[in-house]
């Protein structure tokens, strides 16, 4: 069967019944909803669709059946902002046995064993497994996280910190219901622990570090924000996630005041914005950002806001608005007037508005800070189904394409 006989066959079966849906209004609609189908249709029955979706970083792995034994390739597949990442790339493979957790003197085969060493090393995972954590996990510099092969949930108390360190990847993880901790001594490295003021509760909170990459997780329910990066972060790619219910998404830059986030550069890519989102996806100040090829599916109040002249360059997103008439618009100017935020540079370049979602643009189309916001080359928003469709933490087996 070919590739194009099954759109063809899959769209004779579900058009009937999108046809005379009696809630979908919009002409629009009925072509998402069209294509929702034949790419969901397309994941379960066309395992190959992992490869050549037009997704760089997918389609730079995930077609190889050896993974497993090749997983360090996946530090080679970066893009955007974060692209200079490498993890654990060159370090031992370090294998999580023991979901156990000791914040000051943890033991070996546990996660924050791994974490805390000075050494790169690429954590992998034995088996599925649940972690929760007693406070928060403090990675150390040049490590990867890596959940392929293993159902990893890190759940049910704090969650990752990675403060004034370098060279993280974080993939495949399961990252939700992450409380607050604090007020306890936690281990940062063999060699040191301190005291520990009360966390925020984020999924994966991003402070004073760079060159980091987040890709394939799926997030959900924290406390404070499902990923947040503040005081002078930089060199950062979010990628391939998928998040669901939460209120305050992704903050990106700490205070109107806090200049240090001036230098921040941010991807923002192939990202699934799904059900029971409010707000904050993202929420910027001050620095760069590159907002490319994300379906937003839900949002409450808006989908992109910011304060504090940051640069948004928004290129070939999906933004399909709630059917509230008062939340269409997909931007924010967070508590400043127009006649200031109207200077700053916010442009929406080929993306696909659904259900009436509109984006308001500001600054000088023509200005040079675009460049500083641009991290890769957009597809077309048309795309965005297929690029995004395997957002989220991966069910990959050995031996099979992932």
């Known amino acids: 069967m070919t590739f194009n006989f099954f759109l063809f066959f899959i769209f004779s079966l579900i058009t009937p019944t999108i046809i005379h849906s009696s809630h979908v209004q919009d002409p629009e609609l009925v072509v998402l909803e069209v294509q929702e189908a034949i790419y969901n249709a397309s994941r379960r029955n066309l395992g190959y669709l992992s490869c050549g979706t037009g997704n760089p970083i997918d389609d730079c792995w995930r077609c190889d059946k050896k993974w497993a034994k090749n997983r360090k390739r996946l530090a080679d597949c970066a893009i955007g902002f974060g692209k200079g990442a490498i993890g654990g790339k060159n370090g031992k493979i370090y294998v999580v046995t023991d979901t156990g957790d000791d914040p000051v003197n943890p033991k070996k ?128 790619t979010i990628s391939n996630n998928y998040l669901t219910h939460h209120n305050k998404v992704m903050l990106l830059g700490h205070s109107d005041f806090e200049t240090r986030d001036k230098i921040m550069q941010v991807t923002i890519a192939f990202n699934h914005f799904g059900e029971g989102l409010v707000q904050r996806m993202p929420r910027c100040r001050h620095g760069y950002f590159h907002v490319v090829n994300n379906d937003y599916t839900h949002w409450e109040m808006y989908a992109i806001g910011g304060s504090a002249d940051p640069t948004i360059n ?31 540079n916010w442009r929406s370049q080929g993306d696909m508005m659904l259900n009436g979602a509109f984006f308001t643009t500001s600054g000088a189309a023509s200005s040079s800070s675009y460049a500083r916001a641009s991290s890769l080359s957009a597809r077309p928003s048309s795309y965005v189904g297929s690029i995004t469709v395997g957002a989220g933490a991966l069910q990959c087996k050995t031996g099979s394409h992932c």
């Not at 709630?322 to 200077?343: G, I, M, Y």
Request: glycine share 10%; charged share 20%; with cysteine.
């Open 109 to 236: 085969g546990t996660l924050r064993y791994g974490a805390i060493q000075f050494e790169p090393l690429w954590i992998i995972f034995e088996r599925d497994m649940v972690i929760k954590l007693k406070e928060e996990l403090m990675l150390n510099s040049f490590k990867t996280i890596d959940g392929r092969g293993a159902s990893v949930h890190i759940s049910g108390g704090p969650c990752i910190t990675i403060q004034y360190v370098t060279n993280i990847i974080i993939h495949g993880i399961n990252i939700h219901d992450c409380k607050r901790g604090g007020n306890a001594n936690v281990r940062d490295t063999p060699s040191h622990y301190g005291w520990r003021t009360i966390s925020d509760g984020d999924g994966v909170s991003i402070f004073g570090g760079s060159h980091i990459w987040v890709d394939h997780c799926s997030l959900s329910n924290c406390v404070d924000g499902l990923i947040d990066a503040i005081h002078g972060s930089t060199s950062i």
């Open 314 to 344: 928004s290129q070939g997103n999906r933004f399909l608005a709630p059917n509230d008439p008062n939340n269409k618009e997909v931007t924010k100017r967070e508590e400043w007037p127009e006649s200031a935020w109207k200077k700053w």
